[in-house]
């Protein structure tokens, strides 16, 4: 799964990818990437991960993986071509999810593409321009229905009904993901990969030595403040430029002095983590002397589906899986252990994974 970071120019996209590509792990562990200086495979913190590791005394541990994508900055006009607006809408139209980067700070060295630091305004030139983007693309799709909605198609009229509200919004610069669809008109609209439908994670990015809108409780940052929980939206705060110095750092070193930077959490984790649940996704693990992996599926998935982040094979060859709670195991001491006191399920097609399962599959 891929993540965009995008923002307008200053606001500490390069720095914020930088900071996080330290965490980059061997790309040839996943299958599903490309090798792009503009892309970092990222590994998911996960403390269960390395537990199951010095449990199983695994010779290699593999993490789960998010690749970040360095997206190139906005400027207004974008959605007309300017600056390098098609390249940025093109990008973003290939990633799953937007990593929206906006700047919480005021420092007279690192000058705004607008004159001013107004956090909710760079969010409303954003969502505008990828409004305008997808007010295009709607328009001419709804030009190409023309004909078979007056030839009295049942799905045209149902898709087009659909990207008539659309329009609307749109219209107004409110993005596609406000208009509520049904479950036909959802899958008709998804094939169109609507910019203004990709789930957003709002990175909130200060600054040590400038001054932070949230630290100075300033105003704009109670607005931004409302208007994120009005749209119940996920957000984190990043001071990318100390996370960026710290990146070779590891431990209690990394930790001493981030302290004495002026820095509070690690927003680095606390981003991928939020990122990878913005995708809905969540992790299981398989767990022996030779490995222990962390597999990356969306919720929800049975233990067939599952089987295919390891290989595609597995849905078909689904035979039944062996399941225990990744603490259970632990706790217990050994899988005999955990399989005496009834702790170890086989469980069958119709199982829906949970986020901790630790599973063996039978195929």
């Known amino acids: 799964m891929k993540l965009g970071i995008v923002g307008l120019p200053n606001v500490g996209k390069s720095t914020l990818f930088n900071a996080l590509t330290k965490k980059s792990v061997p790309a040839e562990n996943y299958p599903f990437c490309t090798i792009d200086p503009s892309v970092g495979v990222v590994a998911v913190p996960d403390e269960r991960l390395s537990l199951l590791s010095q449990f199983s005394k ?3 541990t593999i993490p789960a993986a998010v690749e970040f994508v360095d997206i190139a900055g906005l400027v207004k006009g974008a959605s007309e071509g300017e600056g390098l607006g098609n390249k940025f809408l093109a990008n973003i139209r290939e990633v799953d999810a937007i990593a929206e980067v906006v700047r919480i700070f005021e420092d007279e060295k690192i000058i705004h593409v607008h004159g001013k630091i107004d956090p909710l305004q760079d969010i ?4 505008l321009e990828l409004a305008m983007a997808d007010l ?7 030009q190409n229905l ?9 799905e045209a009229k149902i898709e087009h009904d659909a990207l008539v509200r659309i329009e609307v919004a749109l219209k107004a610069g409110k993005l596609a993901s406000s208009v509520t669809l049904n479950e036909f008109e959802g899958p008709m609209v998804k094939q169109l990969n609507l910019l203004t439908t990709k789930p957003v994670l709002y990175v909130l990015n200060k600054k040590s030595t400038g001054k932070n809108l949230d630290d100075m409780k300033d105003e704009r940052f109670t607005k931004l ?7 119940k939206a996920v957000w984190v705060i990043v001071d990318a430029g100390i996370e960026n110095d710290l990146k070779d750092l590891v431990g209690e070193e990394k930790e001493t002095f981030r302290k004495e930077l002026g820095g509070k959490d690690d927003g680095i984790n606390n981003l991928i983590t939020k990122g990878y649940e913005l995708l809905n996704l969540m992790t299981y693990f398989t767990t022996g002397e030779d490995e222990t992996r962390a597999w990356t599926i969306q919720r929800g998935w049975t233990a067939p589906e599952a089987g295919t982040a390891i290989h595609g094979d597995f849905k078909d060859k689904f035979i039944k899986a062996e399941v225990v709670f990744w603490k259970d195991l632990l706790d217990t001491g050994s899988y005999p252990k955990a399989r005496e006191k009834g702790l170890v399920r086989t469980e069958g097609k119709e199982y829906v994974v949970k ?3 630790v599973i063996e599959f039978k195929i």
């Open 136 to 142: 295009q693309t709607v328009t001419k799709r709804i």
């Open 124 to 127: 409303e030139v954003i969502h």
């Open 146 to 154: 023309g004909r078979d909605v007056k030839a009295g198609r049942k």
């Open 355 to 357: 986020d901790g399962d």
């Open 225 to 231: 403040m409302d208007f994120l929980n009005k749209e």
């Open 58 to 60: 695994s010779k290699k």
